[in-house]
């Protein structure tokens, strides 16, 4: 098994007659993830390269069933169509969308929160379990199917990430990323859960960066609760106080959300730090063989 | 976005938050005509920069002029002026090259009896934002959280319902607030709380925050940012933004779509993706490098992009080297190295240059940098790119 999403998982895309919406779904679709349909108002009837689009979510779910959507709307109307979503009966969300305001995020999160549902994001590249369903923009071709649980605040560098453990032979349960912004859907937290009761999860690794103390609250649950390997690296530790490092959510402030601090934290938990990014597939290595 | 005080106290005057009287001043002259136009008792001459610890911090080579000076004459406000305008101030904030001050708000003075801290910040923790206040106003509240962090109060809000009485009686209570003065925070903190709201803010700050003589509630400082995400929201606020007041070849960089942060290195870092290029500048240290910026060129960018992003990074006179790190999703590698051979036309490279190329269409695009004649070290992983820029560097 993996988590969140398999092979049955029927995938929707809000947005979908747009440029990234139209692109990123045909290269799911490309994957082998059953993309069932897409959300676009207005657009009803008419089709993305013989992927139906419906007016609202809900005419989506009624007709085709989906169970999961991946939003590309623009930021200004990103919260209204996860709430759309929500509604709809959509159990994984994914929102893809960069420049989400924070406010609007409050509110999002307190409803997903009171759901059964699963926000992922928002200003993530996605989730994807290797060979069986891909709901984002990342490149494919790098997973493979495994034994890592993936998750991290960043794009590119999860890439990196999986890269290391598909060189390695280790492969990938699930990969999902969280998002850069300072409010996501998702925490470490939900998914060490998952990942612990994941049969096909062996080892998680766990991506994080400056900013925030999400890091700090998950070495502390992984201390208590988490009984598989766990290895972990940090990006930033030369980003300078005050100054946000491209994501949103990555700035240290107050003195706050240090790379330092959180790399004690994840250590003091028993977790492999990666000191480089270079070394992250080798220190899911040396945690498992701990 | 970060705006001038007096630009925030113009928005909480709006806003129904008190303040006091006051006129910005871009010459001496102006200066003194304001304090006359307060009505000539006592007045408050403030650099305005976009920077704290104003009052503490002190001008290049006049280390008696402070950012913050208390006037009793005409004359006194157009010497503190005077002291001020033009000059490079240095506070905790600034770092030690200062920022220049081209304008000073003068403010009338007023009875102060208790100066107190107010801030609201988003919690990340529990996603909402909270007010905190603190006995302690006048003091970093940094200082205070680390010393003394019994004496900070908060109270967690519902952004579409504001605070509620009862939580203002709290903080009040803690705070020692009694009378008429309660009265007034029960008018002040909501106001505040809608005012952080309703102009999305990233955060709001009031110190001192301060009781008056008379059982008032006065709003003495304000240090303000906005969440860049909501500004569509605001076009109003755009007129507020002082380029004067941010790093040039940032504001190049925004202007581009790129996400750029300056440092103090002198190797050059382009890579795709906020987390990889924190990585790529964390590797360059860990090897003994020193990196020069911090650049993310997102995820879609395009030859004009990347090869305007080169031109930032070499119109740095500290660039000693340039590091190229790309792990193509839905960047492709071609079109980085497209724009790798387009820069070394059109802005040429006369610092070593490393690039690593992985992900989508790598081939492709190594391929095209071996068959280009632009002087380029390539590197199979982030381990060599590291490596060699720095000892092409010379570190």
Known sequence: MSILINSDTKVICQGITGKAGTFHSLGCRDYGTKMVGGVTPGKAGQDVDGIPVFDTVEDAVNETGANATMIFVPPPFTADAILEALDAGIKVIAAITEGVPVIDMVRVYEKVRASDAVLIGPNCPGLITPGECKIGIMPGYIHQPGKVGVMSRSGTLTYEAVWQTSSLKLGQSTCVGLGGDPIVGTSYIDLLKLYQEDDQTEAILMIGEIGGSAEEEAAAYVKEHVTKPVAAFIAGRTAPPGKRMGHAGAIISGGKGTATEKVKALESAGIVVAPTPADMGKAVVEAMGK | MKIHEFQGKELFRKAGVPVLEGIVAKTPEEAAQAYDKLGGKIAVVKSQIHAGGRGKGTVIDNPKQHGVVLCKSADEARAAAEGLLGKKLVTIQTGPEGQTVNQVFVEAGCDIARELYLGIVLDRGDKKPVLMVSTEGGMEIETVAEETPELIFKEHFDPHVGLEPYQVRKLCKKLGITGAAAKAASRFMPAMCRFYVDYDCEMAEINPLVITGDDQMVALDAKITFDNNALYRHPELAEFRDLSEEEPSEVRATDAGLSYVK??????????????????????????????????????????????????????????????????????????????????????????????????????????????????????????AAQKIVAATGV
């Not at chain 2, 030859?303 to 080297?321: H, M």
């Open chain 2, 263 to 384: 440092l103090e290195g002198n190797i050059g870092c382009l890579v795709n993706g906020a987390g990889l290029a924190m990585s790529t500048m964390d590797i360059i240290k860990y090897h003994g490098g020193q990196p020069a910026n911090f650049l993310d060129v997102g995820g879609s960018a395009n030859e004009e992009q990347v090869t305007e992003a080169f031109r930032i990074l070499l119109s740095d006179p500290n660039v000693k080297g340039v590091l190229v790190n790309i792990f193509g999703g839905i960047a492709r590698c071609t079109t980085i190295a497209a724009a790798v051979i387009a820069a070394s036309k059109t802005v040429g490279f006369k610092v070593p240059l490393v690039v690593r190329l992985e992900g989508t269409e790598v081939e492709e695009g190594r391929k095209m940098l071996a068959e280009s004649d632009v002087d380029i070290i390539t590197a199979s992983d982030i381990t060599d």
